[in-house]
Structures are given as structure tokens and as C-alpha cells.
């Protein structure tokens, strides 16, 4: 079974930086396609970013340019390095395995004006 936890969330004033990280239980991170999400109060969940397992990544245009996904395959870990942060950046931050469907619990990423 995969784990997901997630950490590194927490206040911040705008235009600072935030770096989310997530780790995985078991031996399938190498194989598998991870993700970040988020959901912010009264919106749908929305793909921030997403990595493959060779490397290859995809951004949400909210993310581009400014935010930057990663995985360190001796660590089982995806991260997630936020720059210049926005009001509007404010949500749940949501780590999925997208190989197995598996989601972690969530870490609160609040950034104010």
C-alpha cells in the first residue's frame, strides 16, 4: 500500500517562497508518476504540477514561471519550490501518487497580502 506524507506548508507574506515536499512509502516511487494539487476554500482541486518518472513535468499556467517540481528518487520524494507567492496561492496543498491513485493529507499553504 502507498503513503503520501506531505510537509512544509505553512504562513507566508506575498512574494515570499515556500518549498513542499512529499514522501512515499514502498518501493514504487521510481515507477511512478507523482503530482501536486491543490484546493483552495469553495473551488475545485486543480493540478499544480506533475512529474513523470523519467523526469518530464507539466505545470499548471497558475504555477508557471514561478513554481518548480522535483523528485529525489534516494529520498522517495517529490518537491515542490513556490516562488514569488500570491494571496491567490492560498489552499490545501495536495500530494497524489498518479500511478496508484493515492493521495497524502494535505498540508495548508496560507500566504498573505
Known amino acids: 500500500q502507498v503513503q503520501l506524507a506531505e510537509s512544509g506548508g505553512g504562513l507566508v507574506q506575498a512574494g515570499g517562497s515556500l518549498r513542499l515536499s512529499c514522501v512515499t512509502s514502498?518501493?514504487?516511487?521510481?515507477?511512478?508518476?507523482m503530482g501536486w494539487y491543490r484546493q483552495a476554500p469553495g473551488k475545485q482541486r486543480e493540478l499544480v504540477a506533475r512529474i513523470g518518472s523519467s523526469g518530464d513535468i507539466w505545470y499548471g499556467e497558475s504555477a508557471k514561471g514561478r513554481f518548480f517540481i522535483s523528485r529525489d528518487n534516494t529520498r522517495n520524494a517529490v518537491n515542490l519550490q513556490m516562488n514569488s507567492l500570491k494571496p491567490e496561492d492560498t489552499a490545501v496543498y495536495y500530494c497524489k501518487c498518479e500511478s496508484f491513485g493515492t493521495w497524502g493529507q494535505g498540508t495548508q499553504v496560507t500566504v498573505s497580502s
Open positions: 514502498g518501493n514504487i516511487f521510481r515507477v511512478s508518476e
